[in-house]
């Protein structure tokens, strides 16, 4: 299949394993067997347990230093399973608050990048929400700062993004709505490209074209043809079109640049003079991508895909997340907090007051009475 995926940790193992059950070729790399263990669809050898700890318990830096006596074997085992010719494009997932994904994820997408230059590796980093905890949030600065400066497209999956959307939802709810739609998009896009159209359509290799760009991508959908009163217009499909860019599951998108653009355009053709990209991009500094994609099917009722690619980095959302840190350790340091000092009772204080009065005549010494009962 077109897309192969790198599970990183834990979370990025269980977006693998999503993966794995819709027929991808999908391998999991971990410093904890436990999670590997825990692993359903991903094949036992398609499973690699990194050897020096079980588990990294949130240490990035850990990882990191571990990662020198196990990078040769990672590639190799990256380099096995993935090297297929139909594999073209490279998903490497992982959380950005953990330890094992966050501490590995940006030194292999480097190391593999380069080892393997017929491949496109993709970033497939997954944010924590506001109520995680300070140390996922602090994880998350150290690593954003690393991707970006890293030559890969970078697609932010947001848990926060997620949480507005759809509520509170609890943990095993929220991965299942970030994995499942995931890998769900991914196999749509794949799907579309074997479809044949008049109007144009997405090919593989313009597919690869928009993965294959520096800075941040997003992928959305629009149901423009739901108006419920509305009137069809270009205004209309336009709004439709940017409002999904923000309605996803990715973090909201930066609107200083856009470099590429694929728009896929589903529907009865007639409705097709609604499509106005002008309109469409103009939020952008830049007013137009530098390249565009164009396709249009006709077996749907009428929704727009955007795969938008070389975005701005997710600057914002860093901000964002910085001031959450700041306001947590200002919590903190305004803790005063004093040392309890015991009164330093003990068990004679408490049942001398009830013990008879000692008899000078009948008090026996300690040698006594250890005779008496010990004999």
């Known amino acids: 299949m077109y897309f192969g995926f790198i599970g990183l940790g834990a979370a990025g193992g269980n977006i693998a394993d999503e993966a794995a059950k819709n027929g991808y070729d999908a391998i999991a790399i971990n410093y904890s067997k436990s999670d590997l263990d825990s692993l359903t669809y991903i094949n036992h050898e398609m499973r690699h347990y990194c050897v020096g700890s079980e588990g990294v318990g949130k240490e990035r830096e850990t990882a990191r230093e571990l990662l020198k006596n196990n990078y040769e074997s990672v590639i190799d085992f990256v380099k096995k399973h993935l090297s297929k010719s139909s594999v073209e494009v490279i998903i490497v997932t992982f959380s950005t608050g953990g330890g094992s994904g966050s501490g590995m994820s940006s030194i292999l997408l480097q190391m593999l990048a380069q080892q393997m230059p017929d491949k496109v590796f993709v970033a497939a980093p997954i944010l924590p929400s506001r109520n995680e905890v300070l140390i996922n949030q602090i994880n998350t600065l150290s690593l954003l700062e690393e991707l970006s400066n890293i030559n890969v497209c970078t697609i932010p999956i947001d848990n926060e993004t ?5 509520g509170f ?7 299942q709505i970030t994995n499942t739609k995931f890998i769900a998009q991914l196999r749509e896009l794949e799907q579309y490209t074997e479809k044949s159209s008049k109007n144009g359509i997405l090919d593989k290799k313009d597919l690869k074209q928009l993965f294959s760009i520096k800075g941040i991508m997003t992928i959305a959908k629009a149901k423009v043809l739901n108006i419920s009163g509305t009137t069809l217009s270009v205004e209309h499909f336009s709004n439709e079109i940017q409002k ?12 200083n640049r856009i470099l590429r653009a694929g728009i896929i355009f589903n529907g009865n053709e007639r409705f097709l003079e609604y499509i106005n990209y002008g309109r469409i991009f103009s939020v952008f500094g830049n007013k137009s991508p530098v390249d565009l994609f164009e396709a249009n099917y006709t077996d749907n009722a009428g929704e727009v895909i955007s795969i938008l690619s070389g975005l701005e980095w997710i600057n914002t959302r860093i ?3 910085d001031e959450l840190v700041e306001e947590q350790k200002n919590n903190l340091s305004l803790i005063d907090t004093v040392e309890y000092k015991s009164k330093n009772t003990s068990k ?3 049942f001398g007051q009830f013990a008879k009065p000692k008899s000078v005549k009948t008090e ?5 009475l250890l005779k008496q009962f010990f004999n």
């Open 162 to 166: 997620v949480i507005k959307r759809n």
């Open 169 to 175: 939802v609890s943990k095993n709810k929220l991965f």
């Open 348 to 350: 004679d204080d408490i």
């Open 319 to 321: 901000q964002e997340i």
């Open 244 to 255: 999904s860019w923000n309605e996803s599951i990715y973090t909201p998108i930066e609107n």
């Open 364 to 368: 026996a010494k300690s040698s006594e």
